[in-house]
């Protein structure tokens, strides 16, 4: 029977710190931006296109190139890739706050996401890499989720304060420390990894990765934005064209940039799922709890941010916390299900809000429905990276993060087409009596088109025209939180039936995770310390006597999925009930 695995020590989770700054640091950019467009907008002059490219090339770009860079990073040395990573953010992040021009600013933002791309995968990757103990790795996976879900609103407090004082290129200056603290600090506190077995990146699949998750995801947002039009159906069919070719290609692949059987593993199958629908949900509906608080109640950028605290610290306590503690006692699906249901009641919760006051409702609904969100996104992203053969953790990190902008990409556009419909039904009838024609028309569109247009209006027909916008706009939010929920329970029911036959254990977990690089972590690696990570050889004959000094004789559960496996379970992680 296998002996517990080596654990942690302080270089491990200080470590751990500075990739969850990372990945903070990341997430505020998705969010950072929508305070310092109307400054941007006044300073530079964008046309209504280069201030959708502005708003948009960021994520599109980090969205495309989360895959091929995960993969890359398993070539070439996660560590390696993350300090590149690191330093390519930084100097784009200072250009991007020096831009004097849309073009150059629309640049910079785009290989700010190339760099991102570099980032993520390799965060949640080298997680693997630096805790071998499950339950300590799914904490560190905790604080790497809870990490991402405050990012987006420590952005929007952070951005709506710099700007109070400063100009608009400081909320891209703020990345720049952080970007050099990792510079200094990962050659001490991070290990590298390399798959020494793995061959040549092949770019044809790297491209066709890139040209299939770009269009798919620019295609789901312009539904969102424009309706349906050909632009974004040829987006979406020509993604999924390119998508079929990729799948086909890597099928034949003898080291394919995403091994696709490892979707074979139920547990992968079911993290993915997961992942995509739970983003779908909480990304989609913050759209509409934004403007809620701004524009229905009154609310000032920065105000709104701080409300939105609560929800930041209970994703925080559901990732960090309750994640960890729950799946060590009960069953995935139990915890999975649980979670999303927690989620789905928050969103009951939102259901409950009007047009006049509501602000205590958002404010528990959102808690509750984040920290349900965050428990889920942190058993998804551990089975992603621990159901993954090690020599490819980090395109099964990318793969995850590609999932969760395209589930993001996705509720936005689904929920912002529903809500849009109880909108404008809501607005349906005729003008009221002082509100023009072109203005009622305006009104209809969106509820910042109402509240512009009543200013240029009497004080009684602005009022009217805001009561009615307002009220209509309310009707939307509880209808998306409806679809929300329901989206939620279907989830939390797939959860459960996929996730069933999983235990305590994460399957697919071994004992050791694979082949590293030791030459690059001796400045830094603690004496005493024997890490089965580190070597950069493949197993040899006598890779049984080492398992076997480490007390490591036991395979472990395995639904391993890899080149050379059969696809079968060896055995389950926990026994079934």
Not at 238 to 264: K, M, T
Not at 479 to 505: F, Q
């Amino acid at each position: 029977m296998a002996t517990a695995q080596a654990k942690a020590g302080r270089r491990e989770w200080i470590g751990l710190a500075v990739l969850v700054m990372v990945t903070l640091i990341i997430s505020m950019d998705m969010t950072v931006l929508s305070y310092a467009l109307p400054f941007i907008t006044a300073d530079l002059e964008p046309t209504s296109s280069q201030l959708l490219w502005i708003t948009d090339v960021y994520a599109f770009v980090l969205a495309g190139l989360l895959i091929p860079m995960g993969t890359l990073g398993d070539r070439i040395g996660r560590r390696r890739l993350l300090m590149i990573g690191a330093a390519v953010f930084g100097v784009a992040s200072v250009a991007t706050a020096l831009s004097n021009s849309p073009g150059m600013l629309i640049g910079t933002r785009a290989v700010m996401g190339a760099a991102g791309a570099t980032l993520m995968p390799s965060t949640m990757s080298l997680i693997r890499n630096m805790f071998h103990d499950e339950n300590e790795r799914r904490a560190a996976i905790g604080l790497w989720a809870a990490g991402f879900s405050a990012g987006g609103v420590i952005g929007l407090v952070a951005g709506g304060a710099l700007l109070q004082y400063f100009s608009w290129g400081t909320v891209f200056e703020i990345n720049v420390p952080i970007m050099l603290l990792l510079l200094i600090l990962a050659p001490l506190l991070l290990p590298e990894f390399r798959n020494a077995a793995a061959g040549r990146l092949d770019l044809i699949s790297t491209v066709l990765a890139f040209v299939a998750v770009l269009p798919m995801i620019w295609g789901i947002k312009q539904f969102a934005e424009d309706g349906v039009d050909w632009p974004p159906v040829a987006g979406v069919v020509g993604g999924l064209v390119f998508l079929a070719v990729f799948v086909l290609r890597q099928r034949r692949l003898a080291d394919p940039v995403i091994d696709v059987r490892l979707f074979r593993a139920p547990a992968f199958s079911a993290a993915v799922v997961m992942n995509v629908l739970a983003n779908f949900a909480l990304v989609g509906f913050m759209f509409f709890i934004s403007q809620y608080l701004q524009l229905v109640l009154g609310l000032r950028p920065f105000s709104a941010g701080l409300w939105s605290l609560p929800a930041a610290g209970a994703a925080g306590v559901g990732a960090a916390v309750l994640a960890p503690m729950l799946a060590q006692r009960f069953r995935r699906a139990y915890v999975a299900a649980g979670g999303l249901l927690v989620g789905a009641a928050g969103c009951l919760v939102l259901a409950q809000v009007g047009d006049e006051s509501g602000l205590a409702l958002v404010v528990v609904g959102q808690a509750l429905m984040t920290g349900g969100i965050a428990m889920v996104l942190t058993l998804s992203a551990e089975l992603i990276v621990s159901t993954a053969p090690p020599e490819r953790a980090g395109a099964a990190a990318g793969l995850s993060e590609t999932g969760s902008q395209f589930g993001a990409a996705l509720g936005v556009a689904i929920l912002g087409s529903i809500g849009t419909f109880v909108y404008r039904r809501q607005l349906s009838g005729d003008a009221p009596d002082g509100v023009p024609a072109d203005s009622w028309a305006t009104a209809r569109e969106t509820l910042g088109g109402a509240v512009q247009e009543s200013r240029t209006l009497s004080a009684t027909a602005a009022d009217t025209l805001v009561t009615l916008a307002r009220a209509a706009f309310a009707t939307e939010l509880r209808a998306a939180a409806l679809a929300s929920a329901g989206i939620l329970v279907v989830t939390a029911v797939l959860a459960a039936v996929l996730l069933r036959n999983v235990g305590a254990s994460v399957p697919g977990q071994g004992p050791a995770d694979g082949p590293a690089d030791p030459t690059a972590d001796a400045p830094g690696a603690p004496t005493g310390h024997v890490d089965p990570e580190r070597t950069v050889d493949p197993p040899s004959s006598d890779a049984g006597a080492e398992d076997a000094d480490r007390g490591d004789t036991d395979p472990g559960p395995a639904v391993r999925i890899g080149p050379g496996s059969t696809g079968q379970p060896v055995r389950p992680a926990h026994p079934v009930a």
